[in-house]
């Protein structure tokens, strides 16, 4: 039997919002579509802030390419603000699906459907499983849907609907619009700055959703002009990278580290560690607002990351690195999978112990997920590893499969234990920055980020997260342009091996 590791959250927190059978058949207004990212249970062991850090980008560029003759509307259910709307009732749906949310994609695409609406899919699912989401919908779009959305339009302004529409990527993706992010709800997000510059990665890891079968995203590129325009245009002093790596050539995130500096924003960004090959890069990205990085450790174990074909620096230089990073004044999220072939028990107090060390200021814990159509998945299946194929488990919190070195109890137990523990007041002041002028608003992040989730119902709920972390963000902006100015000042010298606040300067 699955039993899914919900502990004792708010319903509306796990279960999605009831849909009510008993509307009557509306009549459709032509040219408004109504864009809808479902809802996915939240994870009690981690924070539900998260879920409104940002919101993700596929629906917002969708948006951007929708002819001007059209109305659009988007419904994020994750905020908490019940059902998706029906009046006015739309011609079309579109709906983004990921593994997770896939049988509530279904329920919604139902309901619509039903009444008369024509229901478009697109997003990771459609394009790792298209045969298993078609029945449902009455058009898929397989892979990049800015392209392709205004033909999808189009097609239904004639009555001459595709069942599938196929993405490529010939198109120059600086050519692609701008995400049109007027269609948020502002106060809904702690940034409605989600920033992509990037597509692609240089790795290709056997786990990684880059590996589907399939998908040959190569890397591509925005111009930094092009990124820097739509951060000035948002009015928001903080933004999110949602780049799969932001790293993947150093040279542009060179160039686009000069072009966000005049901004005097502040910024974080995935990275791989092997960005900080390059010190310098390093200092450019503080000089020009970046205060965080999210880094895919993976593993401590350098087995593991061969086995996964990561190209990456060795385990044993990351301490090292995350010392460059931490030595800037840019704090380190980790990310860490667990239950790969060569963790045993003992994984799980090894990474916590490492991320303490090395004063790691935030971590996320991920239990190995064979995605469908990756090299993993078809590995387990092989083997005959896989527990079962309920893909509303496949959340990164649950174990699907058998793990090598142990039960699937123990990786979730395990799994449970990391956060727990991280969270843990011993936890957060253990891994405190060394600069003492960032301890204070360290810990209230901490306190406010990870300890804080009946909090975090309640903003998300009375749309006070904005509000709420306003003040806090910009602190940090005003914080970190100070750093900024210590940082310009000291000598290269200096900052090799100690950091700016203790580096003296003159003049500073
Ligand atoms: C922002 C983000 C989030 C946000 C918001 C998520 C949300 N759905 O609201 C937060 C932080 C909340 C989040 C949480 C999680 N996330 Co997340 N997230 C991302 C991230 C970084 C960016 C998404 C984005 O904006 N992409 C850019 C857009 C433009 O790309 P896109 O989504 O592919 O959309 C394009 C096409 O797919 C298509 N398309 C998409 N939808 C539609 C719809 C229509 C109608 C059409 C026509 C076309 C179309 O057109 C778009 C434009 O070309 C991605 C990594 C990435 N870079 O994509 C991970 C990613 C999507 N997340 C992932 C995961 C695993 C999670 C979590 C499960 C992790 C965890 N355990 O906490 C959670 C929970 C979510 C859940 N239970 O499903 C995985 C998904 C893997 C998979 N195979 O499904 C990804 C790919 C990260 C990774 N490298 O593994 N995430
Ligand atoms: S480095 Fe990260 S983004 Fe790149 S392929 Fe590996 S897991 Fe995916």
């Not at 509307?23 to 408004?32: D, K, L």
């Not at 974080?268 to 890069?281: E, G």
């Not at 004063?359 to 990756?374: D, K, N, Q, S, V």
């Not at 209230?444 to 009375?462: D, E, G, Q, V």
């Amino acid at each position: 039997m699955i039993t899914k590791r919900n502990g004792q959250i708010p319903e509306d927190m796990r279960v999605a919002p009831a849909l009510d059978h008993s509307v009557p058949v509306p009549s459709v207004r032509n040219h408004h579509a109504l864009l809808i990212n479902p809802f996915y249970p939240k994870d009690p062991r981690a924070s539900f802030g998260k879920h409104v850090l940002t919101p993700t980008l596929a629906l917002t560029s969708i948006a951007a390419a929708t002819p001007e003759h059209w109305t659009v509307q988007y419904w994020d259910e994750n905020l908490l603000q019940g059902a998706p709307p029906f009046d006015p009732f739309p011609a079309v749906v579109g709906i983004t699906v990921h593994l997770t949310f896939a049988r509530r994609a279904f329920e919604l695409a139902s309901w619509y459907r039903r009444r008369g609406a024509k229901v478009v899919f697109g997003g990771l699912h459609v394009l790792s499983c298209p045969d298993e989401v078609k029945p449902h919908c009455d058009a898929i779009a397989v892979g990049e849907g800015v392209q392709l959305w205004p033909e999808i339009l189009q097609d239904v302004e004639n009555d001459t609907l595709k069942p599938v529409y196929r993405g490529n990527f010939k198109q120059s993706y600086a050519a692609e619009p701008a995400p049109r992010r007027s269609i948020l709800p502002r106060d809904s997000f702690l940034t409605t700055s989600s920033l992509i510059a990037t597509r692609g990665c240089h790795n290709r890891c056997g786990f990684c959703y880059l590996s589907t079968q399939g998908l040959h995203m190569p890397y591509r590129l925005r111009g930094p002009e092009q990124i820097t325009a739509e951060f000035a245009d948002d009015d928001q002093p903080y933004a999110v990278f949602v780049d799969n790596n932001l790293g993947s050539r150093p040279a542009y995130l060179w160039q686009l580290c000069q072009a966000l500096k005049p901004l005097n924003k502040i910024w974080s960004a995935a990275v791989t560690i092997d960005v900080t090959d390059d010190p310098s890069l390093i200092r450019e990205m503080a000089l020009s607002g970046c205060t965080g990085v999210f880094v895919g450790f993976e593993s401590l174990n350098e087995t593991n990351l061969v086995a996964s074909r990561k190209r990456t620096p060795a385990p044993a230089d990351y301490a090292r690195r995350v010392e460059i990073l931490h030595r800037f004044g840019i704090q380190v999220n980790g990310s860490f999978v667990l239950g790969f072939d060569h963790d045993g028990p003992d994984v799980f107090a090894r990474t916590v112990e490492w991320i303490e060390e090395n004063r790691l200021e935030c971590a996320t814990f991920h239990i190995l997920t064979p995605y469908p159509g990756t090299p993993l998945f078809t590995q387990m299946e092989s083997e005959a590893r896989l527990i079962h194929r309920n893909w509303d488990f496949y959340d990164t919190a649950h174990a699907v499969f058998h793990p090598a070195r142990m039960t699937p109890d123990e990786l979730e137990a395990g799994y449970a234990w990391c956060y727990d523990r991280l969270f843990s007041h011993r936890s957060i002041w253990r891994r405190r920055p060394n600069d003492r002028q960032a301890v204070l608003s360290y810990l209230a992040m901490s306190y406010l980020y990870k300890r804080s989730n009946s909090l975090w119902r309640f903003l998300i709920r009375h749309r006070l997260t904005a509000r709420v972390w306003r003040p806090l963000v910009e602190h940090s902006r005003k914080r970190h342009l100070a750093h900024r100015r210590r940082l310009a000042a000291c000598k290269d010298a200096d900052l090799k091996t100690r950091s700016p606040s203790n580096c003296i300067s003159p003049g500073v």
